[in-house]
């Protein structure tokens, strides 16, 4: 990947806020995120089960279905113009307005742009890929029922040839073609579902957990393939998993949602050795390693709140250990910690220069973690 | 915090006798045909494991899924019969044919913990009702009063709190974790020896795991109670269980205290578990993974198990021997043995190789 084409931008959210209309009150289930991702970036999204990184992804593929709706904000997103390959349809209607304007938004495009949109630019792997497949159809059905629908005039000869090379990409053998899903075992069906997310070769493909249901062997294969496939196409990826430390090894570029928010952006290195949000480090270490001490561990204390009555201030408040006043009043903006690194961004008061004077290091962070332990020790 | 009759449990500490052991244990599940001419098949989905439970210590088994670790989970919960081996309940052997009796002493000594908290309890219950079964069938408790005293505390011993609101709610209203603590708390109220833990925690939320890790833990220590631990997380095995052993297609491969098996892993499929396991530290190594562990591959058929080491198709030290015949035990010190042709009498050398 080179520099030049690792600057291009390719996504840009702003702003963008997801509520689920309930007969008991509104839902904010996505509450002014922005990220921007570019060309070959691989992006992580973590938090636990009901922040929103779901709903997020959802939003950004326009596959929300009502209650769920985009209460506000825009996602931008850069084609390549000079497109020129084989599985590229330049009759879309999504042509057209492509000539005028740089960008798209897509949560403006109509039904036709959208379908001209989805597979070519952007595909997604559900998180129960095991389940994505239809079990009545082969799996060489299911690819070619991809490229037929999207590329209507070409032969035959030329979906099925596609097809071979997009199980071999996989590392399935071409004789697969006619198995049935159920003949394949669920390493395999989950290559299955990422070579048809390929099957236009997409700028951009979504991953919602992914290998949760595999085990920590296959998942390792799939994890290297999903790498290995990006780094080959220049494909940018949004992986989504509720395990931190999977995502640290995969990605360039870490998110960690909170209750709807975006508490923190930075790249996996930085995530790793200096989470900067306090709730970043509680997951971070929220469970065991398989190497250094011995140590009695500590979760974050508490659960996440019911989004229907967000604490006020910081989300993340009451189960925080080191809230202040502040925390209970002010509502915290994702903001850079320093000048300097314009990527970290932490959405908490201790890097507000109104608050505190100057944020907490990585082991003060972890000494009020480990008094807490202490604390659940004598309870 | 526990129940009067909690604390008159001897103290089995210094006592070294199992409660629970398991003495080469064969499981295999025949497949019914409808044609009756063809020959029968088998799964054979446990071969030889042997293992003991004490007091106040826990055993991790550790494996990939269909390495048979819940099979084995289920025969010590007698849900199966095994095909061959025995089952000692305090060095007394279980008998396949045996009296109501024996058999629900013995269900109320040993008990599970299953996987998944959203469907081991029944919505339409709620939480007293759940707890309240265990406490009647064994005539642990003579009225209401007495009965709803006994629910509170175990609801308190899970660190269900308060108490008071949680004992009317019903599954739908709680969390995972939550749910999982009733679960356990269900367990706890026949005052069991053995805990069976099959994958407690891999359904919950990363954030949740460590509190229900923890509460077991507590229990483990503080109540003495026996764990059987299965998971398929190797870390979570070092840090919840004192002893590991590693399972591959029904054969134990290598087994002994989890720091060892963690730290100094000798078997070439525990080697490929704990390669395989998402381990950040990765960021800061500069060499493009040197130590890689090539072998790759699923758990094969166990219709038609390969021969010999049934790992010998993804190992990549597989010698012909390996085909031939299952290797013996070969102990490495420190209660720390292993299943492997590299590490037995006739191959020293390439085991020094391997562990260089």
Redesign the interface.
Known sequence: MSIQEQAQKLLDVTDLTIDYEAANGTVHAVKNVSFTLHRGEILGIAG??GCGKSTLAYGIARLLRPPAQVAGGQVLYYPRKDRQDAYYSAASSLQDVLQEQDSIDILQLSSEQLRAFRWHELSIVFQSAMNALNPVMTIGMQIIDVLQAHLPDKPMRFYKRRAIELLDLVGITADRLNSYPHQL?G?MRQRTVIAIALALRPDLIIMDEPTTAL???????ILELISSLCKEFNTALIFIT?????L??LSHKIAIMYAGNLVEQAT??EM?HHPGHPYSY??LN??????GP?L?????PG?PPDLRQVPPGCAFNPRCIMAFDACRRVVPQLRPVSAETSERKVACHLYDPRFSVRGPTTEQIAYCYETLSEG?RVE | MSTSSQLENPDLSQTSEAILEVKHLYKKFVMHRLNPLARTQAVQAVENVSFALYAGRATALVGESGSGKSTIARILARLYEPTEGEVHFHGKPLKKQEGAGSLSTYRRNVQMVFQDPFSSLNPVHNVQHHLSRPLRVNNYVQNAKQETEHILALLRRVSLTPAEQFISKYPHQLSGGQRQRVVIARALATRPEVLLADEPVSMLDVSIRLDILNLLLRLKKEERIAVLFITHDIASARYFAEETLVLYAGQMVEGGPSDVITQQPRHPYTRLLISSAPNPKVLDRVSDGAEEMPARGEIPSLIHPPSGCRFHPRCPHAMPVCKERFPARTILGDNHWIHCHLYGEEAKLPAENLAN
């Open positions: 636990e089960s075992s390493g085990d920590v062997v296959i998942q390792r294969e509720h395990d931190l430390s999977l640290l090894e996996s290195r790793y509680g997951l929220a469970f065991p390693t398989l190497d011995q009695q561990m500590v979760g974050i659960a659940a």
